[in-house]
């Protein structure tokens, strides 16, 4: 959060900042990551004290933004509308070839289910991502999930542990979250 604050000032973005003893700029990420896990694409919401198009706004943090991060484009929310919605994530994660075996089969099955509960090992609370699912594929060694976002409870780590890969980031493997979309 302190690079993307520090990336506003230096492109003179005329934020909003909270009142109290310590203001802080206006921006969030309307779905925060989990620990652990990578992102490609993200989006973060950014409240302004002036009227700016997208471009223009693009056009000033382009200059200043730090190495290894890219800003792929710049959307002004309708007047009127107080938070973006998240409608769907997508999640991409390596399997590596000892868990390839009967992992299209457990695929088939899950998506043919209309339930399919996990416990989860830290507090044995036990969540259906089943209802979340609305795409899940294995392709070339990756797994590809898109998961809604208004079933609450069900994440990623949910359906590995559904397909019984739930140790696959123990063993060094990560979670990529490369899309998120907004409900327009």
Known sequence: ???????????GLPLSFSEGFHPKPRMTFPLALAVGIEALDEV???????????????????????????????????????????????????????????????????????????????GQKKVDPRPAIQSLAFCDGVLSMCLRTDQPGAGPRDVLAALNLADLENEGVHLVRTNVELAV
């Open 44 to 122: 973060m919401e950014l409240e302004l004290t002036e009227s700016l198009s997208g471009d223009e706004v693009f056009g000033r943090l382009a200059p200043h933004v730090p190495p290894g991060m890219t800003i792929c484009s710049v959307d002004m929310l309708p007047a009127g509308t107080k938070k973006a919605k998240v409608c769907c994530t997508t999640y991409q994660i390596p399997v590596p070839p000892a868990h390839h075996a009967g992992l299209p089969e457990q695929i088939q099955n899950l998506l043919a289910a209309s339930t399919w509960p996990v416990i989860r090992s830290r």
């Open 1 to 11: 959060m302190r690079s993307m604050e520090r990336l506003f000032r230096r492109a």
